[in-house]
Nanobody
Framework: QVQLVESGGGLVQAGGSLRLSCAAS????????MAWYRQPPGKQRELVAA???????NYADSVKGRFTISRDNAKNTVYLQMNSLKPDDTAVYYC????????WGQGTQVTVSS
């Protein structure tokens, strides 16, 4: 019975930054891998960044060097720091976590204007 709640989305101009947060309702010891996905308007959902329980990270090529995923086990929270945002980053961003099964957050809208 894991709940993932995202926050931090909003409207930002190109070149700006946003920090997304995903708070888990259970201890992150129970959550192995976590990730951020996004779904641009009219497109399929895609993986943005992932982080393992050991702290290893993976990023989509489109966000490498601009986005950083991190986790704070004490706060049961995963973050996505997004810098140098581009209009192509506009999407609904979803938090994902695995704990015997997969869990999805409700999504938070990120809109990047030109």
């Amino acid at each position: 019975q894991v709940q993932l709640v995202e926050s931090g989305g909003g409207l930002v101009q190109a070149g700006g930054s946003l920090r997304l947060s995903c708070a888990a309702s259970t201890s992150m010891r129970s959550i192995n891998d976590m990730a951020w996905y996004r779904q641009p308007p009219g497109k399929q959902r895609e993986l943005v960044a992932a982080i393992t329980s050991g702290g290893s990270t993976n990023y989509a090529d489109s966000v490498k060097g601009r986005f950083t995923i991190s986790r704070d086990n004490a706060k049961n929270t995963v973050y996505l720091q997004m810098n140098s945002l581009k209009p192509d980053d506009t999407a609904v961003y979803y938090c994902w976590g695995s704990s015997h099964r997969a869990y999805w957050g409700q999504g938070t809208q990120v809109t990047v204007s030109s």
